[in-house]
Each structure stands twice: as C-alpha cells, then as structure tokens.
C-alpha cells in the first residue's frame, strides 16, 4: 500500500484534476485504489460525482473527530465503469474541525493512526491518492505525515513556483519537528501550452531551479478541453476520451511515476 499526497500552495493548478485522472488510469489496470478527499472545497468529491447535500452524509470529517468505522465512511464505487475505485469524500465543514484539532496533542498524526488502526481495509488498497486543499493545515499536515509520497502540482506561474518552494521549506521544518524523512517525490507542471513561450520558459526555469530540479516529471499536462469535460461528466479522461491529448499525457505521467518508484 502506497500513500499518495497531492498538494500546493496555490489554488487552481489542476491538482484534484491530475489525481482524478490518474486514480482513473490506475483502477482501470485493476489497482485497487482509495481517494480521500480532504480539501473543504471538495473538488475530488464533486469529480466523482458525489453528492454532499445528502442527509445523514459522512466524510473525512468524521475520521478526523469522531473514529468512524470504515465502512461507514467509505463510498465504493461511484464510477460505475470503475469497480476497483473508492472514495472518502470531503466535507464543507472542515474548516471547523482544523479549529478543534489545532488544541490537541499529536494533532498530526491523527490520519496515520486511524489507517493503522483499521489496517484490515487499507491494506486492501494499491494505492490511497489524498487530495489537500492549498495550505500547511494541521488537517494536511495529517495528509502529509501519512503520505509514502508527496506531489506536488503547479501551473505555469511564478506565484504556484514560489508557493512550491514555500511548501518546501515549511515542510522542511515541520519534517524536523516530527521526526520524519523527506517524502516529496514529484513536481508536475500541468496547464502546459506549447503556443505559449511562457510554458516553455517556465518549464527551463524549473529545470534550473534547485528546489524543484530533482523532483521535476519529464511529463508535463497539457491545457486540453476534454479534461475538463470529463470533470463535468464525473469520469476520468481514461473512461471520458482516450483519443484526447490529455489521457496521453496522463498515461506517460503514470509511467513516469512507476520508472521513479512513486507507483
């Protein structure tokens, strides 16, 4: 079982797309995969097609406060083409369990101790792709400490590369404080235009740059329609459009992260 963490410190840089996507590809080899979703905004949840306005609805929420039992949390299957795909959706009211975990003692840690506690369901799993909001909460702190692997997801911007170092260095020192090897192993760049010079400089300046350069996927994601369409129809662009420039990237991506060990 792997551990997979995706995360930035800027918003909107296609990160619950790319984790979507790739969860599509590797159920549809016959992984058995897990997403949580732990951003409030839920856009991993809302991919899926999961409707968080049901009564009686449980999240990562209640993981997080009340020791729920897996299988009451659990939402199996809900891309009916992807049998091997489960989802432990994300809740609106995140933002007030973060509050209540900032007092408590070992607040990071809190993730890693339920997957160990419940490690008869986990370990059924290839592969858990956690998705984060853009921040160093103590809620994807829980993510982070939890993760064999981090990726990080930037657009072409200086502000998402800026954040990239910034995440670096607050990890950095929060990895020191709990005692915790380095376990970022990726930067992908994604909302790559190749009629844009911007893209190509930016991706030259990342190559150069000594805190991403070692971690950079050859593999970039390119802006492409049928992404986003898939978005909106609930399916990965593996079930939405394989002839599309999108689900290509995508498959060299996996690729990429199973020559470097990450899958």
């Known amino acids: 079982m792997k551990i997979i963490s995706f995360s930035t410190l800027k918003g909107g840089v296609g990160k619950s797309s790319s984790?979507?996507?790739?969860?599509?590809?590797?159920?549809?080899?016959?992984?058995?995969?897990?997403?949580?979703?732990?951003?409030?905004?839920?856009?991993?949840?809302?991919?899926?097609?999961?409707?968080?306005?049901?009564?009686?609805?449980?999240?990562?929420?209640?993981?997080?406060?009340?020791?729920?039992?897996?299988?009451?949390?659990?939402?199996k299957s809900p891309v009916k083409e992807l049998q091997s795909l489960d989802v432990i959706p994300s809740s609106i009211f995140l933002t007030a369990t973060e509050l209540k975990l900032v007092s408590l003692a070992g607040r990071?840690?809190?993730?890693?101790?339920?997957?160990?506690?419940n490690l008869k369901h986990f370990n059924t799993y290839d592969y858990i792709l956690i998705?984060?909001?853009?921040?160093?909460?103590?809620?994807?702190?829980?993510?982070?400490?939890?993760?064999?692997?981090?990726?990080?997801?930037?657009?072409?911007?200086?502000?998402?590369?800026e954040g990239s170092e910034l995440f670096l260095a607050l990890w950095?020192?929060?990895?020191?404080?709990?005692?915790?090897?380095?376990?970022?192993?990726?930067?992908l760049i994604n909302m790559y235009d190749k009629r844009m010079n911007l893209s190509s400089q930016f991706r030259?300046?990342?190559?150069?740059?000594?805190?991403?350069?070692?971690?950079?996927?050859?593999?970039?994601?390119?802006?492409?329609v049928k992404l986003k369409e898939a978005e909106l129809?609930?399916?990965?662009?593996?079930?939405?459009?394989?002839?599309?420039?999108?689900?290509?990237s995508y498959v060299e991506l996996v690729n990429e992260m199973k020559e470097r060990g990450i899958l």
């Open 131 to 161: 998705d984060t909001n853009p921040s160093m909460s103590i809620i994807n702190q829980n993510a982070f400490v939890a993760a064999t692997d981090i990726i990080l997801v930037s657009d072409i911007s200086m502000n998402s590369v």
């Open 233 to 248: 129809e609930a399916k990965p662009i593996n079930i939405y459009c394989r002839s599309s420039a999108g689900y290509k």
């Open 204 to 224: 030259d300046y990342c190559k150069r740059n000594d805190e991403v350069k070692d971690i950079l996927f050859d593999t970039v994601i390119p802006m492409n």
């Open 108 to 117: 990071e840690n809190i993730l890693i101790n339920y997957i160990e506690d």
């Open 172 to 187: 950095k020192d929060i990895r020191k404080r709990l005692k915790i090897e380095n376990n970022i192993k990726g930067f």
């Open 19 to 75: 984790l979507f996507n790739i969860a599509g590809l590797l159920a549809e080899e016959g992984k058995k995969i897990l997403v949580i979703d732990i951003d409030p905004q839920g856009n991993s949840t809302n991919n899926f097609g999961i409707d968080r306005t049901v009564d009686n609805f449980k999240s990562i929420k209640n993981i997080l406060e009340d020791d729920i039992e897996f299988e009451n949390v659990v939402i």
